[in-house]
């Protein structure tokens, strides 16, 4: 194993409904985390967020320590939600008058806003393309996920509006359903919406999702491509995803278990040839068990393996390992989300890959 280590215009909405009273007191507070953090994404209790957000929240921030939220995650995210809806209502309220002054009844022309599914690429800001760029900051609202880096996030307009919509184990800020509507509502009085997602919309971001929803209901939507992550940190790392003689095909899977266990959702018996790459997003609950059906369906034992934790980012850190001492290695060096997994015989043309197997551990500044 070796560890590389571098630097209509009403809201009758679902997700616009109010918490009950036992969920909330009559004078709700935010109560943020102010210990720094080395991640480079929107952790979502973090003071960068409810900062990012002191549009939405106003007086209701109160720094703490202990991070009194309620007891369990349905109730905290209900009370966020109760805390942001006057603002979200007013802001509504605003385009819709500013939309209405310009002479566009309900059924006028022009009358929707539109939509961008933004990609961001895997952290580094200078990945970012030019075209990304342009309409981040031209945006009226930009609803962004956890894995949008924070220096992306410092290069949006000032008159923009943002609102993290993010998604980790356990805590979804907004249901997928929910964050549909959120798009619809703002188009529909007129906005300019941005959807910021890292790495690539259409890459398991679940962008064509929304563009099939908001297409249904009129509204335009355009695509902005990121470089995958797959892409970006097989670059960073030296790998090429695909090499003469090496690997002639890649393939990206998805280690998410839609009902949340230890089980890939897919794993194909072609998803172990050996002259093939396989990238694996999202996976490290899933890993020792995709491990084992891959040799199960013949990938050799010592086939090479690249782990690799915030990739692109200063805070990147990577495992090398035969993938029969992968899971076991990447649980060594605790590795945590968001993680990108390549296994393939491409992975030995890192210049960083340990030549020798019986290399127990290297450590290597790569930032």
Same mark, same amino acid.
């Given at each position: 194993?070796?560890?590389?280590?571098?630097?209509?215009?009403?809201?009758?909405?679902?997700?616009?409904?109010?918490?009950?009273?036992?969920?909330?007191?009559?004078?709700?507070?935010?109560?943020?985390?102010?210990?720094?953090?080395?991640?480079?994404?929107?952790?979502?209790?973090?003071?960068?967020?409810?900062?990012?957000?002191?549009?939405?929240?106003?007086?209701?921030?109160?720094?703490?320590?202990?991070?009194?939220?309620?007891?369990?995650?349905?109730?905290?995210?209900?009370?966020?939600?109760?805390?942001?809806?006057?603002?979200?209502?007013?802001?509504?309220?605003?385009?819709?008058?500013?939309?209405?002054?310009?002479?566009?009844?309900?059924?006028?022309?022009?009358?929707?806003?539109?939509?961008?599914?933004?990609?961001? &690429?895997? !952290?580094?800001?200078?990945?970012?393309? =030019?075209?990304?760029?342009? +309409?981040?900051? *031209?945006?009226?609202? $930009?609803?962004?996920?956890?894995?949008?880096?924070?220096?992306?996030?410092?290069?949006?307009?000032?008159?923009?509006?943002?609102?993290?919509?993010?998604?980790?184990?356990?805590?979804?800020?907004?249901?997928?359903?929910?964050?549909?509507?959120?798009?619809?509502?703002?188009?529909?009085?007129?906005?300019?919406?941005?959807?910021?997602?890292?790495?690539?919309?259409?890459?398991?971001?679940?962008?064509?999702?929304?563009?099939?929803?908001?297409?249904?209901?009129?509204?335009?939507?355009?695509?902005?491509?990121?470089?995958?992550?797959?892409? &970006?940190? !097989?670059?960073?790392?030296?790998?090429? =995803?695909?090499?003469?003689? +090496?690997?002639? *095909?890649?393939?990206? $899977?998805?280690?998410?278990?839609?009902?949340?266990?230890?089980?890939?959702?897919?794993?194909?018996?072609?998803?172990?040839?050996?002259?093939?790459?396989?990238?694996?997003?999202?996976?490290?609950?899933?890993?020792?068990?995709?491990?084992?059906?891959?040799?199960?369906?013949?990938?050799?034992?010592?086939?090479?393996?690249?782990?690799?934790?915030?990739?692109?980012?200063?805070?990147?850190?990577?495992?090398?390992?035969?993938?029969?001492?992968?899971?076991?290695?990447?649980?060594?060096?605790?590795?945590?989300?968001?993680?990108?997994?390549?296994?393939?015989?491409?992975?030995?043309?890192?210049? =960083?890959?340990?030549?020798?197997?019986?290399?127990?551990?290297?450590?290597?500044?790569?930032?």
């Amino acid at each position: 194993m070796a560890l590389v280590k571098s630097p209509c215009y009403s809201i009758p909405k679902p997700h616009f409904q109010k918490p009950n009273s036992s969920t909330t007191n009559s004078s709700p507070r935010i109560h943020f985390i102010t210990s720094s953090s080395s991640s480079p994404f929107t952790e979502k209790h973090s003071t960068d967020r409810y900062k990012r957000e002191n549009w939405i929240y106003k007086n209701q921030l109160e720094p703490s320590c202990c991070a009194p939220f309620p007891p369990d995650s349905s109730s905290l995210r209900d009370y966020d939600i109760a805390l942001q809806l006057p603002q979200l209502k007013k802001m509504l309220q605003v385009l819709r008058e500013k939309r209405e002054s310009k002479g566009f009844d309900e059924r006028g022309e022009g009358k929707f806003g539109s939509v961008y599914l933004v990609g961001t &690429g895997p !952290g580094d800001p200078e990945l970012l393309t =030019l075209k990304a760029m342009r +309409v981040i900051r *031209s945006a009226d609202l $930009l609803l962004y996920d956890r894995l949008v880096s924070n220096e992306v996030l410092d290069l949006v307009g000032q008159n923009a509006r943002l609102l993290y919509v993010g998604k980790t184990a356990g805590y979804h800020s907004r249901t997928q359903e929910e964050i549909h509507e959120l798009l619809l509502s703002f188009a529909e009085v007129g906005a300019t919406v941005v959807r910021l997602k890292g790495g690539d919309p259409l890459v398991f971001g679940r962008g064509g999702e929304e563009m099939d929803f908001l297409q249904k209901q009129g509204i335009q939507v355009k695509v902005i491509p990121g470089i995958t992550a797959a892409s &970006g940190i !097989g670059a960073e790392l030296g790998i090429p =995803l695909t090499h003469r003689g +090496v690997a002639n *095909s890649v393939r990206f $899977l998805t280690g998410h278990s839609r009902k949340g266990g230890t089980d890939p959702l897919f794993v194909a018996e072609n998803a172990a040839d050996p002259d093939s790459t396989l990238v694996v997003y999202m996976g490290l609950s899933t890993l020792p068990s995709l491990v084992l059906k891959l040799m199960h369906h013949g990938l050799p034992h010592d086939t090479p393996a690249a782990a690799v934790e915030r990739g692109t980012t200063p805070q990147q850190r990577i495992v090398y390992a035969e993938i029969k001492d992968l899971a076991d290695s990447i649980a060594t060096a605790q590795l945590i989300s968001p993680t990108l997994i390549i296994i393939g015989k491409v992975v030995a043309l890192s210049p =960083l890959w340990p030549y020798s197997s019986k290399v127990a551990s290297t450590l290597v500044e790569t930032r």
